[in-house]
């Protein structure tokens, strides 16, 4: 294995000469190829679903609480044959191991490659300390939403509400239980959130083809991934991730491990210092970062509608959590322990790694999962937009796909504007998921069981390990207090203020962000030739 994985010596593991350009000259027409393979094969099995009798796409998403449309599918299942055993099997997934796959996939995306930057700013404890702090307080609040879902739907189910070729979101479980004005915040916080996700997802995207081809600028290489990834209007619903969830988490899995063993192997460089937390603006930057991994339950309605009994998914986003920490707790400490200070220029981990084989499968495989992910991110988006022009019950593929591209653009927009890799991150974590995924739901969770009758006619009791409500109430004011402090407050400034740093420094546009500066020159006398 370590022979393997070392490599010819460079001078530098940032410098990026022409012998490493010519390493793989196939490697990004098999990338686009391989990602029109997915989107083939979402169609195909998207297809089949259309012409087999009663399954049209958003009636099989339909989950109940008293299991109908699990007896459904099977019914249909032996309708359809063979066709409809495979597309179960591959395109519609509902059970507690999709939830389970989707939840831990969508988790650990591209944050993966920023978690070494972050304890860079951070220091080593303090980093691990945070990594846990965050992730169990994210596993509560997903708790809190699952919680909330199951009793609005409880509620809707009494009144012979039906959501027939309808998807439950966030804001409209709090519009539900608190009303309208509880409706426009949770819709206004959580669609900014999902927005600037995917923008997030594209930027990645960009940062590591960069390093396989560096024939390109990074901008270029966001133009060609925000078409790649615009595929995505043509997956129907969160019930269509099934295979693409469990290749994701295999795909983040491989990268960890490689970005693990990779750093051990390649030993400490020259002097190496490990002086964080250094400042301030730095310190809290990096919690906010990790408070921004642990907060990508922005999408855990839409989930649990997918899921055949939803009230198993109380304790899921947990499990993925805990899962999750075998994979960026090893990766994080090891690359620190490797590069030390100098993690704070560079917010990739893969850009201080030896260029190798293993690597560049490493970049291929993030390359992918991030598709995926912004697939995950823009969904939900996908279904507010559908929403508002009256296409949300439509059952074409095409008319669907076709209505859903303007969403897509002001992302792809986005990416263009803000190419801050890493910074980027900390922002929207200190800004919206604060409130989208820490704040909104402890206050609504209070507010909802404000009332002893409430609380008594509760359509799901306290967890074994809360003995009463008033425990319940301090945890979820610890929660606001904390994340309204130290989150958004400290958090929001020291992002901010290293965002604006960003911006001060490459500029709006950033035709590179942190590429070598021989590179970015060349590039540029490219141009004026």
Known sequence: MISILQTQPSSSPTTHSSSLVSYHPNTTFTLLVFISCLLGLSLYFNNLGTMLPQKQGEETMMSSLNETVEREEREDEKVGGSHSSLRSFLWHGGSVYDAWFSCASNQVA????????????????SGVIFQVFYGIMGSWTAYLISILYIEYRSRKEKENVSFKNHVIQWFEVLEGLLGPYWKAIGLAFNCTFLLFGSVIQLIACASNIYYINDHLDKRTWTYIFGACCATTVFVPSFHNYRIWSFLGLGMTTYTAWYLTIAAIVHGQVENVTHTGPKKLVLYFT??????YTFGGHAVTVEIMHAMWKPQKFKYIYLYATLFVFTLTLPSAIAVYWAFGDQLLDHSNAFSLLPRSGWRDTGVILMLIHQFITFGFACTPLYFVWEKVIGMHDTKSICLRALARLPVVIPIWFLAIIFPFFGPINSAVGALLVTFTVYIIPASAHMLTYRSASARQNAAEKLPFF???????????????VWVLVVGFGFGGWASMTNFIKQVDTFGLFAKCYQCPPHKTAASNQTLHH
Do not use: C, E, K, R
């Open 286 to 291: 990096g919690a906010t970062n990790i408070l």
């Open 110 to 125: 591209q944050v993966l490659l920023t978690l070494p930057y972050s304890f860079a700013q951070l220091g080593m404890l």
């Open 466 to 480: 809360v003995p009463n409500w008033t425990l319940m109430y301090v945890i979820n004011a610890f929660v606001v």
